[in-house]
């Protein structure tokens, strides 16, 4: 978090402490948030008025004030009784403004929390005293742990229904502890407390004098957030490239750690380029001093080449730069996380393709256990090696939540379908080398005399892709083209023989075929592929994975009843007959392509006639 | 300083809460105008829009603003606000986009006669998608908080709005860290709250330690107002049907929101200075949106307009 405002030197006068609370459902949380800003006179007239008319009519405490109306802001949620999303409040004491993320205790609990948690100091962990520590309540804390918090409040509820009794309280408090030991080296406070009635929540109680602590106003007002241990290495990701006339090159952005002043020496993560800070510029003058969290422009003293999603840095202490990783993924989205897939991950300002190479295990959230699976789902939590198109500047998440975390964007949806927290790197992107070869793609189609292309014939089992791929290859080898044919059934006799057919099979048997039709283009050769190939973001991975050769995705699209009558390996009897499983069209999906450079329909025409389509299509596009 | 603005407290040291929250929104619209095609910043003249447009020209410094405004003019607003509008564009040299639903216009849609409800749909909901789609612009800046209003609490910093401009709050994307997700397909827009995290307390603050000029109807005069549904009025020109009985009298009244006039109602007080609105906002009992006649129809009001459209 920031430091004293090192721009202006000044102490801080009014701070500013972001928590989230969680807890299971009914055990006060609403009522507890509601207590809080209702004591500290943070309701308003007309927000009371609005919440009495809504308790009448929603409520479920009878004739008193149903405080979670005040929170749950969402239709469906009031008519619902249910909380389906994170909902930020803001309240200030004379002592410090506070933002609350409130997130709902059940129905994707992990997104949501994870969510509130990614920018919160404090987590507020509630449990009703009547039951104790629940698996939910570890659930809770093992999410705020991976997420990094490094202050947990145990809020103790509904003393009133067990006397007040302080034996009851620790026994909860000493059972959780111990759990919470495991977490690393979160600090951990317990208060006794009835929402209710509000003991101990801004007023200490008279019925809980055996517990000498702060009420909990009291100790948000005072807990200091994540400790500074010391001043951190100079961190700023370029986020905006300024120049608004020939004379001015400024580079825009957040300080993300450290603090840095003109003069300063700074290295451009990853590329070796290093320089001098010549100014810090601002809208309000220039400053002596830019701090963690100041927003500024930079000016430097050489006119080097940076872009957004460069990372300035300190040349001391420069960031790790890999293009493979280790990080825990909390997957989000209903489409589960497939290894071999290809998503757009965003850290800092930097987006770049990224695939999960391997899915090392799951997390057990209850038990912290690890184990072994092939893809995760939905509120999953995963610890997973990453690799990425381009090396990327980061630094453990522990180190640094700005420079640590990554986003996974879904290519097609555009989903946020996943986040992640970088653990540590796998090697440094430097270590392999691409050897400088002279001899490249072009000289070796130069001999051959042709133009390398990969055509991609993709369908359902049965459309027909084998035989026209056939009939093309005898073409173009009629014509003296070089050229191979790479086909599904026979790769997996060889080469990928150990894959299966789940999704995550399909998905790095696609990525094997992609690479070694790229060799092979760059050997010069006309490729011609025909696989099943049956999701939209594989396909496309092939396509970027060849490029710059151009690339040819050919739907060859029978329909799906006419497939089944000619079955011409008697496959689809057997899915049908229950003895294969994931059988594309039957009960594993088949994404058709929305824009192929060519659409045949096989029902039609002659196979002949398809196969001619193509060679017009290459001599078209001057292929041959 | 503008002549228009009313005197502000003297400079003091900005709080760092003040700080943090500029420096988040100065993020935010980098961040929109390094990954949109064409953004738009939505202005609608009041207090929030004042403070996003002096944010802009943090971000943007010494560069010019990387986008134009754009007001959505009902031509209900206040006299006052739309001089202040165009004193403000020149006075910065900011390319400043007006637009009138003419449909409406020429439909006869106003407040009076056609009703809040209706007269928001067409005049600013729908003016709204119509500015966006001509101009093809695929991001839009807001200046809604989230402690405006309950719905505007789960909002999203980058809300994505889907054909139409629809909003549908259960798809909404997880937003963590400073990571916005600002991916668009097909006739997908997004709508941009750089203020999200403000309160209304803050935002004076900041008017305050910024001296940033705003409409000076913020402010305590004596002006004329009829009281309606228990809210005051104010009779702004000609075109205010008075009803049987009633007189404009003149109060010192100030606004806590501004709008449409017709729809705006004023509070009774006696702050006449940012430093006497900070004042006042600490003993206040009400909340900002007590005044705005459009959201007290039904508690889910404000959301039902988001779906449809509405910032
Ligand atoms: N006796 C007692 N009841 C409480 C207390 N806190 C909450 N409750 C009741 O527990 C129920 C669930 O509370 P609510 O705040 O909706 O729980 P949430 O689901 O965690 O938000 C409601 O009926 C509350 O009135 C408390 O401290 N003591």
Known sequence: ?624 | MSAMAEPVAPPRPRPAHLRRLEAEAIGIMREVAAEFRHPVMLYSIGKDSSVMLHLARKAFFPGRLPFPLLHIDTLWKFREMIAFRDATAQRLGIELIVHTNQEGVQRGINPIASGSALHTQVMKTEALKQALDRHGFDAAFGGARRDEEKSRAKERVFSLRGDNHRWNPKSQRPELWRLYNTRLSGRETMRVFPLSNWTERDVWEYVAAEEIPVVPLYFAALRPVVERSGAWIMVDDDRLPLRPGETPELRRVRFRTLGCYPLTGAIESAAASVAEILAELRDTRRSERQGRLIDGDEDAAMERKKREGYF
């Open chain 1, 1 to 624: 978090m920031a430091a004293p405002c090192a721009a202006t030197g000044k102490k801080r006068d009014r701070d500013l402490l972001r928590f989230l609370t969680c807890g299971s459902v009914d055990d006060g949380k609403s009522t507890l948030i509601g207590r809080l800003l209702h004591d500290c006179a943070l309701i308003l007239d007309d927000q009371l008025a609005a919440l009495e008319r809504e308790s009448r009519r929603f409520g479920t405490t009878g004739d008193a004030i149903d405080f979670s109306l005040l929170l749950d802001g969402l239709e469906d949620e009031r008519q619902q009784r249910i909380t389906i999303d994170v909902a930020y409040r803001f309240f200030a004491t004379p002592a410090r403004a506070f933002v609350v993320a409130d997130t709902p205790g059940h129905e994707q609990y992990t997104r949501n929390m994870a969510t509130g948690a990614s920018t919160c100091d404090l987590a507020l962990i509630l449990v009703d005293a009547r039951n104790g520590v629940l698996a939910q309540t570890k659930r809770h804390a093992v999410i705020c742990s991976l997420l990094g918090i490094r202050h947990l409040v145990l809020a103790v509820n509904k003393m009133d229904l067990v006397g007040f009794d302080e034996h009851r309280f620790d026994e909860i408090v000493s059972g959780f502890s111990s759990f919470a030991a495991g977490l690393g080296d979160a600090a951990l406070h317990a208060i006794p407390l009835s929402a209710l009635s509000g003991d101990n929540v801004t007023l200490r109680s008279a019925r809980t004098p055996w517990y000498r602590g702060p009420t909990l106003i009291e100790h948000l007002e005072t807990v200091e957030p994540a400790p500074i241990d010391g001043e951190r290495p100079f961190r700023f990701p370029v986020q905006w490239v300024n120049r608004p006339n020939p004379g001015f090159r400024g580079f825009s952005g957040t300080v993300a750690a450290g603090s840095i002043a003109p003069g300063d020496p700074v290295l451009v993560a990853g590329s070796g380029r290093a320089t001098r800070v010549k100014e810090i510029v601002t809208f309000d003058g220039p400053l002596a001093r830019a701090g963690e969290g100041d927003a500024v422009t930079l000016t430097l003293a050489d006119e080097i080449d940076i872009a957004r999603g460069d990372l300035l840095a300190d040349p001391r202490d420069p960031p790790e730069c890999v293009d493979q990783f280790a990080a825990q993924v909390i997957w989000m989205s209903e489409q589960p996380l497939v290894p071999g897939r290809s998503y757009l991950l965003k850290i800092g300002a930097r987006t770049v393709p990224a695939t999960i190479t391997a899915l090392k295990h799951r997390i057990d959230i209850e038990t912290m256990a690890h184990l072994a699976d092939k893809s995760l789902g939905a509120n999953e939590i995963g610890f997973c090696n990453l690799s990425t198109a381009a090396p990327i500047a980061f630094d453990p998440y522990q180190a640094n939540r700005d420079t640590g975390a990554f986003i996974l964007i879904d290519r097609f949806t555009n989903e946020t379908a996943g986040a992640g927290m970088i653990a540590f790197g796998l090697r440094r992107a430097s270590n392999i080398h691409w050897q400088a070869l002279t001899i490249g793609r072009v000289e070796r189609a130069a001999l051959k005399e042709q133009v390398p292309a990969v055509l991609w014939l993709t369908g359902l089992s049965g459309a027909g892709k084998s035989t026209i791929a056939d009939l093309v290859e005898r073409k173009l080898l009629a014509r003296g083209h070089h050229t191979m044919l790479l086909d599904g059934d026979n790769v997996r006799h060889g080469l990928n023989r150990d894959l299966g057919f789940t999704d995550a099979d399909r998905v790095e048997n696609i990525r094997r075929v992609g690479e070694v039709a790229k060799l092979m283009a760059e050997a010069g050769l006309i490729v011609i592929c025909s696989f099943i190939s049956p999701f939209r973001a594989e396909r496309d991975m092939v396509r970027e994975l060849a490029a710059p050769t151009p690339f040819f995705e050919i739907f060859v699209d029978a329909p799906l009843d006419e497939c089944i009558r000619r079955d011409p390996k008697g496959l689809y009897a057997k899915a049908k007959a229950g003895r294969i499983e994931h059988f594309t069209g039957l009960d594993s999906p088949y994404e058709a392509p929305e824009a192929p450079e060519l659409h045949l329909t096989t029902l039609a025409a002659a196979p002949e006639d398809s196969a001619e389509a193509i060679i017009a299509t290459l001599r078209q596009r001057r292929i041959i």
